[in-house]
């Protein structure tokens, strides 16, 4: 395999024009005439050539050294001739590559999100794939689209087509992001039976102690409540967003959330209000940390492994350097016992084939094989996967050693079923999976994972971002004291319909009407 020079291939597309819709013009190669094997291998009998980019982590290492490649790439007889993209300005490459060439990559695996995808397509450059998916050359995803219906509705875009295959992940719909973790050495220094913690009021009581009666023993008044990492651009585990579902909302990155069969605004909800009122007199009261507005991620790990915080939230290990603590199961709150919840089932957008390519049948053979469940377990953990008997142990990542393998930038089976086959779990899966099983019975509907048309996703960015400004900047505001939100409510809400709320809101229910009937 040849290895491309992307600096001298940028440098030739930034000189090309703009492809027009047949999306490659004269350059496109003229295919052998193959015969390509539905099933089984090698795909082809005699070796063909893709170019192909990679999209890789910064520092991950180039493609075509991968040995999963170099494996699959003899197994099938579809050689391919690799480009990386990685490093800073990696999208703006990507995306140079698809817009302004007239020689296209014949595939591309990963780093476009699926509005960009649509409007590749709209213009011609990419390639529907759903006659290559039911027509026999991807028999692996084809059983799990069968299987997983809502997979299939996931994937398929406005038009009705399919342009790139998904990667599958371990960790199965509906999911949490956070988990309510509670400090159990000062619940034993206060004679405090942790499963005695039950509702918001029993936590906002405990945090009062906490704070008020020195549990960390050094005679001062230095104890931190309750803290979280909700601002932008931290938002690293999902803030509070998950917590309010205690109050019967999710308010996640976009403010939207299903209830009841249609498409809310959670953000203007009276649960919403409820919930910031709770807040702001748990804040003003002393009991959360008076930091959880300013504070960037390493100063909050910081107060986490001190082992000085009494309750905090996070998705990662409940684990301190001087502390002990634990996670609790969702709280009852107003609305009950409920916790927020995401959709990560699947990653879109991990693997398309461009409209110039002389090979998609065969392309489309060898991508599928990702879906082999071995493959799709070398393709995500490289060298750091290793064999032991039927099964294989993941290794612990070694400081500047690279997995040699593209992760999670390309199309991959790891659902739940290949997991528990293949995987011998670490201590720390372990318990993963055990925080994932005690939240389980308590989460809200996600929101579905819809498709938007490139105008739709065009207004809904434009949209957001006066939508979150008003929405962040007020709830820190009320949720310090600073303002009077019962007051205030009206104009807050006229202030985001004047913005483009109730447009924003018209986007959002249609696309889901349209996941919906699909």
């Known amino acids: ?18 492809a027009t819709g047949c999306g490659g013009g004269s350059g496109a190669r003229v295919a052998k ?9 090698p795909v082809v009998d005699e070796v063909i050539t893709i170019n192909a980019v990679g999209y890789g982590e910064p520092g991950g290492g180039e493609w075509e050294e991968f040995p999963i490649f170099k494996q699959l790439e003899e197994k099938t007889n579809v050689d391919v001739n690799w480009t990386t993209v990685s490093g800073d300005g990696a999208d703006e490459k990507l995306n140079l590559l698809l817009a302004s060439s007239k020689e296209l990559p014949d595939a591309v695996f990963s780093g476009l999100s699926t509005t960009k995808i649509a409007t590749y397509a709209e213009k011609g450059l990419i390639r529907p794939i759903e006659d290559l998916i039911d027509g026999g050359y991807a028999p692996n995803l084809k059983k799990i689209l069968d299987e997983r219906p809502e997979i299939r509705k996931a994937i398929t875009m406005p038009d009705g087509h399919i342009y790139a295959v998904p990667a599958i992940n371990e960790d199965e719909q509906p999911v949490m992001t956070t988990t309510l973790n509670i400090n159990k050495d000062w619940c034993d220094a206060l004679g405090v039976n942790v499963e005695d913690i039950k509702t918001v009021d029993d936590f906002k009581n405990l945090m009062d102690r906490f704070v008020n009666e020195d549990p960390n023993g050094n005679g001062e008044k230095d104890e931190i409540g309750f803290t979280l990492e909700p601002v932008s651009p931290y938002h690293v585990w999902n803030g509070d967003a998950n917590f309010t579902g205690m109050w019967g909302i999710s308010t996640d990155y976009d403010p939207v959330m299903v209830k009841d069969g249609d498409i809310i605004c959670s953000v203007t909800q009276p649960e919403y209000k409820d919930y910031i009122i709770w807040f702001r007199d748990m804040y003003t009261a002393g009991l959360i940390d008076k930091e959880c507005f300013t504070h960037d991620h390493n100063q909050y790990m910081a107060k986490i492994d001190s082992g000085n915080v009494g309750a905090y939230l996070t998705n990662g290990p409940v684990t301190s350097a001087q502390a002990a603590f634990v996670a609790l199961p969702p709280l009852e709150g107003p609305a009950g016992a409920h916790w927020g919840s995401l959709d990560f089932s699947i990653d879109k957008g991990r693997g398309l084939i461009t409209t110039t390519n002389p090979y998609p049948e065969a392309t489309m053979r060898f991508i599928d094989s990702f879906y082999e469940p071995e493959n799709s377990l070398n ?3 490289g060298v750091y996967l290793q064999a032991n008997g039927d099964q294989y142990e993941i290794l612990p990542n070694e400081s500047g050693k690279l997995a040699q393998a593209p992760g999670s930038y390309v199309a991959t089976n790891l659902s739940k079923e290949v997991t528990e086959k293949y995987i ?80 924003y809101m018209e986007i959002q229910n249609t696309a889901y009407d349209r996941y919906m009937g699909s």
């Open 424 to 503: 011998i779990k670490t201590e720390e899966q372990i318990q993963a999976t055990e925080r994932k099983e005690l939240y389980g019975p308590y989460l809200l509907e996600p929101l579905p994972l819809m498709n938007y048309t490139p105008e739709e996703a065009s207004d809904l960015s434009s949209l957001s971002a006066d939508i979150t400004k008003i929405v962040s900047e007020q709830k820190a505001k009320w949720c310090t004291g600073q303002g009077d939100i019962e007051a205030e409510w009206d104009t807050y809400i006229e202030s985001l319909n004047k913005v483009g709320l109730e447009k």
């Open 379 to 381: 393709l995500r953990y």
């Open 33 to 41: 005439e193959v015969t390509v094997a539905k099933e089984g291998y």
């Open 1 to 18: 395999m040849k290895k491309k020079n992307i600096a001298l291939i940028l440098a030739a597309l930034m000189a090309a024009t703009a």
